[in-house]
């Protein structure tokens, strides 16, 4: 997410460019996810053996001892995971994230510098191994696509403020 670097201080001062490609600090999906990065954190622990009931310094230390490729696949095979940013100003001593990325870019405060922006072939393809693994969830998608489409891609539906439609 190389555009978080242009919203993070700690940063500014380490480019003078940016070519951004695929994932975002801005969420577009607004669903609120309070825990499930750290549930998907001790889900992996647990499968790579690291002590899910110790502290959480003693759980990063075990994962860091992990090898890389090992760890990638006991990320890719859990079947409800959740990644993404974590907005750390209220829990670090030295936060790189000072404010929401989304509230940084609105009110301005974000290194300016030049930007070229991509998108890759298959972005978003994470999202399909649910169908995959559970078709008629598929087909219920397709039926309900109104409802389940909007709620997947905005985090709720249906009834939208102006301020939200204006955004």
Request: glycine letters at 6%; proline letters at 5%.
């Amino acid at each position: 997410m190389v555009l978080s670097h242009m919203v993070s201080p700690l940063s500014s001062s380490l480019f003078s460019r940016v070519i951004a490609q695929s994932g975002s600090p801005v969420d577009i999906i607004h669903a609120d996810k309070s825990g499930s990065y750290r549930q998907t954190v001790l889900q992996i622990a647990a499968k790579l053996g690291c002590p899910v009931d110790s502290l959480d310094r003693e759980i990063v230390r075990c994962l860091q001892d992990v090898d890389g490729a090992q760890f990638y696949d006991a990320a890719m095979n859990l079947t409800q995971a959740s990644f993404g940013k974590v907005v750390d100003k209220l829990f670090s001593e030295n936060p790189f994230f000072q404010m929401n990325p989304e509230t940084s870019f609105i009110i301005g405060k974000f290194h300016d510098v030049s930007l070229i922006i991509g998108f890759n072939k298959d972005e978003g393809i994470y999202q399909i191994p649910p169908y995959i693994f559970h078709p008629d969830q598929l087909q219920n998608l397709n039926d309900n696509w109104e409802t389940l489409g909007t709620a997947r891609i905005f985090g709720k539906c249906c009834d939208f403020s102006k301020s939200e439609i204006e955004k």
